[in-house]
């Protein structure tokens, strides 16, 4: 089996940031839980085009799957579950298998079939690998995918997710991979998947009956479909909110949305408050909206992360929403720990920093970093929260305020500065006896004359970088009290108590 050091390499010129200050590589282990929980694929960012890094993710896999097959079994279904990286999770997943089929390493089925977990992605896996790698599936590769479809293929993920524009159906999936159906009426779906696959016009089973309701519904003229508003009877045909305003053919008005409302997921919820504001929704039927979104059991459920609340909020007009998102919010950040001691946070406005967050763009990196600093202040003794990029400035605490809140007037009152990344002169500047340090950057610190960006904090008081982006080279070595994290959720942060109790283990899988 091919092994790797994994202990921080030296090399003979010390390696740099983006911007010229000393830099640190790191093991491959670390560089690639980095890279993952910060890549979406097929995305550049500030100082890395998309093909150098999809590069660089694709290698790490490949190097971590080989060297360490129990960690990357570890990662990849954390990687989709715990960090809620989609697309990294499916790449890692199948070039880690790719690899460890070449090495002759057994257990990467498992793997592929974690990293699948919404009905769309043995297709979006497999039309990876056609596009990659050709039609030559390794038997781990397809039994993973295979696996993967008898757990997730049902009427509603087939309407759903089974379109015409679709690069590779529920079909291709069932005939290049023969998954087994778990029982008989699973089986009608996999012999209709392939039906309208292949446009052979076989009557529908008899056992699909969310199938039928939804060609009743679609038999229906279209000037009489605007009259139909009965929740029970738009759910029993599958119908989405995307699907409902196809299928009306007209535009979404308070009635329609109050009709899919009730079947509504929570994150479609969440993208749609401005929607229903336009439609005019009732405030009877806001009011369920609004005790669903702040509801603790239902934010936990929906596995969202805390950066949505913040674009759901930025999104929405209407005040009726502020206060549940507030609530919501709260709710999500309900594994950051309560850091005792004094604790100064960093909080990186670089311009750098404008890198997207989320895919869609709507949320940056600056965006995450505030969120989850002041989160942290709210639940810390005592906290000095700085923004930093070439110059720095200390955000004073109001009593009671929330995390949105908070946020808001992080940006109003000009908090952002858009510049450089001075981190050191930062650090040097406000590090005054706190018990700790917690720095969120992408760590592409600027030219400075220290050793590296900690050095005017003394050994013994841990620091702590929450890395947003990726890069390959860091801005201090991997050293006992310098800890370097990747992945903006809750749970992260829950590392900082485990760690100051006496954990050395750093993973969170």
């Not at 509504?264 to 504001?277: H, V």
């Not at 989320?358 to 969120?371: I, M, N, P, Q, R």
């Not at 220290?450 to 008081?461: F, L, Q």
Request: aromatic fraction near 8%.
């Amino acid at each position: 089996m091919a092994k790797f050091n994994l202990k921080l390499r030296k090399s003979r010129q010390q390696p740099t940031t983006a911007e010229g200050a000393p830099g640190f590589t790191r093991e491959p282990r670390l560089e690639l839980f980095l890279l993952g929980v910060s890549n979406m694929v097929g995305e550049g960012t500030f100082y890395e085009g998309a093909t150098t890094r999809d590069a660089r993710f694709r290698d790490l896999v490949a190097a971590v799957a080989v060297a360490d097959p129990d960690w990357f079994g570890r990662f990849v279904p954390w990687l989709r579950s715990g960090a809620m990286m989609r697309s990294a999770s499916v790449v890692a997943a199948l070039e880690g298998a790719r690899a460890q089929v070449a090495a002759g390493i057994a257990g990467s089925r498992a793997v592929v079939n974690s990293a699948l977990q919404r009905a769309d992605e043995p297709g979006e896996a497999l039309a990876y690998w056609l596009a990659h790698h050709g039609r030559a599936l390794p038997k781990p590769v397809k039994r993973g995918i295979a696996d993967a479809a008898v757990r997730l293929y049902t009427e509603r993920s087939l309407l759903k997710y089974d379109s015409i524009g679709s690069q590779v159906r529920f079909g291709d999936v069932i005939d290049l991979t023969h998954p087994t159906a778990k029982d008989d009426r699973q089986g009608d779906l996999f012999r209709h998947a392939l039906d309208r696959r292949h446009r052979r016009d076989n009557p529908l089973p008899s056992s699909l009956r969310m199938l039928a309701a939804r060609d009743a519904l679609m038999a229906m003229p279209v000037e009489q479909r605007r009259a139909v508003t009965d929740p029970e009877a738009l759910g029993a045909a599958g119908m989405t909110w995307e699907a409902l305003a196809g299928w009306r053919q007209n535009v979404m008005d308070a009635p329609a949305w109050e009709s899919v409302i009730p079947t509504m997921g929570y994150l479609a919820l969440l993208r749609n408050l401005r929607n229903f504001d336009r439609a005019g929704v009732s405030d009877t039927v806001a009011e369920t909206v609004a005790a669903r979104l702040s509801d603790p059991g239902e934010v936990a459920t929906s596995r969202v992360l805390p950066m949505r609340f913040l674009s759901a909020y930025n999104a929405a007009p209407s005040l009726r929403w502020a206060y549940p998102l507030e609530k919501a919010l709260q709710h999500a950040l309900a594994n950051v720990p309560a850091l005792d001691g004094r604790t100064l946070i960093l909080i990186d406005t670089s311009g750098s920093m404008r890198s997207p967050f989320s895919k869609d763009g709507t949320l940056l990196c600056w965006d995450a970093a505030t969120v989850f600093g002041l989160a942290l202040a709210a639940r810390a003794e005592a906290a000095t929260v700085v923004s930093f990029s070439n110059d720095s400035r200390v955000f004073p605490p109001l009593a009671g305020e929330s995390v949105l809140a908070a946020v808001r007037r992080f940006k109003d009152d000009g908090y952002f500065f858009g510049m450089g990344t001075d981190t050191e002169k930062a650090l040097r500047t406000h590090f005054d006896r706190h018990d700790r340090v917690v720095i969120l950057t992408d760590e592409q610190a600027h030219w400075h004359r220290s050793a590296n960006v900690a050095a005017a904090v003394p050994a013994e008081i841990p620091v702590y970088t929450w890395n947003l982006a990726g890069y390959r080279v860091g801005h201090t070595p991997t050293t006992t009290n310098r800890h370097t994290f990747g992945g903006l959720s809750d749970a992260a942060f829950a590392m900082i108590p485990l760690i100051e109790a006496g954990s050395h283990d750093r993973w969170l899988f």
